[in-house]
């Protein structure tokens, strides 16, 4: 896969309005995803060990290079992917600090993250992914191996944030959410 790093930076992109809140929005993705659809769904793509990528280097602080755990998967409304999740964190510490990532399957790792007071996240980082980046190509590859016929835009906008553990010193989770463009055609759901 191509390793070319997308350019992450900490202001919000020039985005349109309709845009604008599914990147800026601090609260849990997962939960917004569920208030705009009926029947909310994860698919679990692959959670495997892999090699840490340039462009994660720093947020992870681990050396480039070095074997991580890796899970993509892919969120989907109604049926539809509207989001690509990539999260990688260190094979040697996801016991300590993270217990419950080997056991999510296809359940979202937001409600784990959000339900925990002693978690926090980093501010985001944000990206337009060009179809170069190692990035987009793995959000290509998931949707291509779901089997949904998706045609991309040559753009596809990022962000990141990195998660850690209050009480375990040196704790690093960061997950990458890439929109989809059907993600920006949701509308939400009147309250029951």
Same mark, same amino acid.
């Given at each position: ?53 340039? #462009?994660?280097?720093? $947020? ?29 964190? #260190? ?31 980093? $501010? ?7 179809? #170069? ?19 991309? $835009? ?27 463009? #059907? ?6 759901? $009147?309250?029951?």
């Amino acid at each position: 896969m191509h390793t070319r790093p997308a350019l992450w930076q900490k202001n919000i992109l020039q985005v349109q309005p309709s845009q604008r809140h599914w990147l800026v929005d601090a609260g849990s993705l997962t939960l917004k995803l569920k208030k705009h659809c009926a029947q909310f769904q994860v698919t679990r793509i692959n959670q495997t060990r892999a090699p840490l990528q340039l #462009s994660e280097q720093a $947020p992870l602080q681990r050396p480039t290079g070095r074997t991580i755990l890796q899970r993509q998967v892919l969120l989907h409304c109604d049926g539809a992917p509207v989001v690509f999740a990539h999260t990688v964190t #260190s094979i040697e510490r996801v016991g300590r600090d993270w217990p419950f990532f080997n056991a999510l399957g296809n359940k979202a790792l937001g409600l784990a993250l959000f339900s925990n007071p002693l978690i926090y996240r980093n $501010p985001f980082e944000y990206a337009h992914l060009k179809s #170069s980046d190692w990035l987009y190509q793995a959000a290509a590859q998931a949707l291509r191996q779901s089997s949904f016929p998706y045609n991309l $835009p040559a753009t596809l906008l990022a962000r990141r944030a990195v998660f850690q553990h209050e009480k375990h010193a040196n704790s690093r989770m960061m997950v990458t959410e890439v929109m989809l463009p #059907s993600v920006f055609l949701l509308t939400r759901k $009147p309250e029951s």
